[in-house]
């Protein structure tokens, strides 16, 4: 029997919506836009294989990210694979952030130097080259990763999108001897019994936990950036929204100064920063 777009779209009711639309407007090569218009559209075999197969991984919790092998993020479209972390809007806080420091912190001598430590796919980096080299002409990029499949993915990001970042795979800041301006970083913050984990595993655990209270990635990172902060230079961490008060005295510890903390659009508390004296 002839099975249409819209008979396809009633029979798949417990997929999510924007799920289904994604998927066909993959399957068929069409825009979302058209899949929407266009209900009467004629499905072939091929397709309807196609199709079937993608229903049973997302039935099976993988994310529509690694199914299409896409994500956006800030404006820009990036590849994903099972060897990333899928970009997350609330991450765009911390782009942000970047930015704004970015652009009142101006350099004389040279260009403002800005690390994404944990880049995985590579979008915090991408982002900011993005807007500040190619803006603003302002800065230079460099990420870092352990992960030697996750650094593949993003230099091919940056590659399709044309900017210029300078790689460095290390343990964090193992390897890293450049000081920077400005560290950005999402680190892994989950705990390691976070019930929310479930819903996450096709998702690299590297790139989510981070012990029994989440805290073991930051436990490091804050105090190791002072070696390859300048003098007066930010670090920005994103965190778990109930993380803030645990992250802000890893700070004060460290004797960071201007210690403060960033609400999401959800108005959850999610990036904390602190400047080197
Ligand atoms: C939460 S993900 C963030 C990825 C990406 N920056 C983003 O915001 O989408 C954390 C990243 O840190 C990397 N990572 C974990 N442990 C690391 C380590 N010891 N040294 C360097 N990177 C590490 C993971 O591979 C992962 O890519």
Redesign the pocket.
Same mark, same amino acid.
Request: glycine fraction near 8%; avoid cysteine.
């Given at each position: 029997m002839d099975m249409t777009i819209g008979d396809w779209m009633r029979q798949h009711k417990d997929i999510d919506r924007l799920d289904r639309e994604l998927i066909l407007a993959k399957t068929l090569a069409l825009t979302r836009a058209q899949i929407i218009a266009r209900p009467e559209h004629l499905l072939d075999d091929d397709s309807l294989r196609w199709l079937a197969s993608w229903v049973e991984r997302l039935r099976n919790g993988e994310p529509l990210a690694y199914l299409t092998g896409v994500k956006e993020f800030r404006g820009l479209t990036f590849e994903v694979t099972p060897d990333?972390?899928i @970009?997350r809007p609330e %991450?765009e806080l911390l782009v942000e952030l970047a930015i704004d420091l970015a652009i009142t912190r101006e350099r004389v001598d040279n260009k403002l130097r800005i690390l994404?430590l944990? %880049?995985? =796919?590579g !979008?915090?980096a991408v982002a900011l080259a993005d807007f500040l080299t190619e803006t603003a002409a302002v800065a230079e990029v460099y990420a =870092?990763?352990? =992960?030697t499949a !996750?650094l593949g993915v993003a230099r091919r990001n940056a590659a399709n999108h044309d900017v210029s970042v300078q790689w460095l795979e =290390?343990?964090?800041f193992r390897d890293i001897t450049t000081q920077f301006d400005l560290i950005v970083c999402? @680190? @892994?913050y989950v705990a390691t019994n976070d019930s929310h984990l479930a819903a996450l595993r096709h998702e690299?655990s590297? !790139?989510?936990c981070a012990g029994s209270d989440g805290l073991d !990635?930051l436990a490091i990172i804050v105090p190791g950036a002072h070696a390859n902060l300048l003098p007066g230079g930010w670090l920005l961490v994103e965190h778990g929204y109930n993380q803030q008060t645990a992250v802000q005295s890893l700070f004060a510890e460290q004797g960071y100064e201007h210690i403060s903390t960033e609400r999401d659009l959800g108005g959850r508390p999610r990036v904390t920063l602190g400047r080197e004296p």
């Open positions: 990333v972390l @970009p %991450t994404d944990g %880049t995985g =796919s !979008a915090i =870092s990763e352990r =992960s !996750a =290390s343990d964090w999402n @680190p @892994p690299p590297a !790139a989510l !990635a």
